[in-house]
């Protein structure tokens, strides 16, 4: 006698299954287009549960960086790394998983979403983050990057396996710009900070810039300097200069106060890493910066530390370049010696009563990119 689908629907109801979705969608799962992956159990090993899971997830924007697994963040603009809570949501995006169960002596596959052990041991399998593509940077426009064949050319939008870059274009810009107008839109956006010298700080602005723009142009494993940018007074335009440098390249600029103290300046470096970001900006530093975890990061190729909420050591390259800004701050000199200095000096007066021929903050920026 053939099973029907209503009598399925009765033995299932006679015997007290219970599962997402409720039973008038068995339909639907039935008839499903997702791939379905069996749950591991009786006769079913982890491992072919998460080889079977990469094979399908590494198609659709999960990754791996320093053997830990992550997505895009929500802002497009870095890393995510995903905790067994959300992979066992993730999946169900792309994948139906499924477990077999007998009932009036007909097999019936039913979805169930994975329980948080099988997550934990599926992004602890080697079997299945060694299946993701690697990824080391984000980048939301377009940058330059030398190739093995030793051309130079802008990274295509999308994941660029080469140079292990995910490319998320948030903007598009002229390509054919002759360098006299690239330098004219330079020399006018920073026309009215008040730098304190004959060129030289203006010369390292412009280095920042171009140092965050020409990244993939620095050979591998090559150490990036500090830029610092300071000023005797508040209201100079420091940290809108520090974000002309990050905002062509990375877009909205994340800022926070100054790190109290070198644990906090540890996580933020570690956060930036493993974030996959391109800068990070230490904003508003007062008195006198002396921390070793800085000191040891600006000299390092490869960063480590624990990652909140994955109960995992992370480990792998830093692309990350350090600015700080600063009132009247002092640097130990371990970090000044491997700096660039920005200096900003105004005539006394408030800075709020500046007669300026141009209005710049971070949405002018922005929309300059």
Not at 48 to 68: M, P, S, W
Not at 73 to 81: I, V
Not at 93 to 114: F, K, N, P, Q, W
Not at 124 to 153: C, M, N, W
Request: charged share 25%; with cysteine; net charge neutral.
């Amino acid at each position: 006698m053939p099973v029907t689908l209503d009598r399925l629907e009765a033995e299932i109801a006679a015997a007290n299954v219970q599962f997402d979705g409720g039973i008038g969608s068995i339909a639907a799962r039935l008839n499903s287009a997702k791939p379905k992956v069996e749950l591991p159990g009786n006769d079913r090993l982890l491992s072919a549960f998460a080889i079977e899971l990469a094979e399908i997830l590494k198609h659709h924007g999960v990754y791996q960086r320093g053997g830990v697994a992550f997505i895009v963040n929500r802002q497009q603009d870095g890393l995510e790394p995903i905790t067994p809570q959300m992979l066992r949501s993730l999946v169900e995006e792309h994948l139906v998983c499924y477990r077999i169960r007998t009932i009036g002596g007909a097999e019936l596959s039913l979805d169930r979403t994975m329980n948080e052990s099988d997550a934990k041991g599926v992004l602890s399998s080697q079997q299945f983050i060694d299946r993701l593509p690697k990824l080391e940077k984000i980048a939301t426009a377009r940058l330059p990057v030398i190739r093995s064949k030793g051309t130079i050319e802008l990274l295509p939008p999308g994941y660029d396996r080469e140079s292990l870059t995910l490319t998320i274009p948030q903007c598009t810009y002229d390509e054919l710009m002759p360098l006299m107008g690239a330098k004219k839109v330079v020399d006018d956006l920073l026309s009215e900070f008040p730098f304190a010298d004959g060129g030289r700080s203006k010369a390292v602005a412009v280095a920042a810039m171009m140092s965050l723009f020409g990244s993939g142009l620095l050979p591998d494993g090559a150490l990036r300097p500090v830029f610092i940018y300071l000023a005797k007074a508040e209201g100079a335009g420091k940290t809108m200069l520090a974000k002309c440098a990050v905002s062509p390249v990375h877009g909205f600029v994340d800022t926070e106060g100054a790190p109290k103290d070198n644990a906090e300046i540890g996580k933020e470096l570690l956060t930036a890493v493993i974030e996959a970001r391109s800068y990070t900006l230490l904003d508003n530093c007062k008195d006198h910066l002396d921390s070793a975890p800085l000191e040891a990061f600006v000299t390092s190729v490869r960063w480590k530390g624990r990652i909140l909420g994955v109960s995992k050591s992370f480990c792998g390259k830093h692309h990350v370049t350090v600015l700080i800004t600063g009132n009247g701050c002092t640097v130990s000199p371990d970090i000044r010696r491997r700096s660039l200095f920005v200096e900003l000096f105004m005539e006394k007066g408030r800075p709020e009563v500046r007669n300026l021929g141009r209005s710049l903050d971070e949405v002018s920026l922005l929309a300059m990119r």
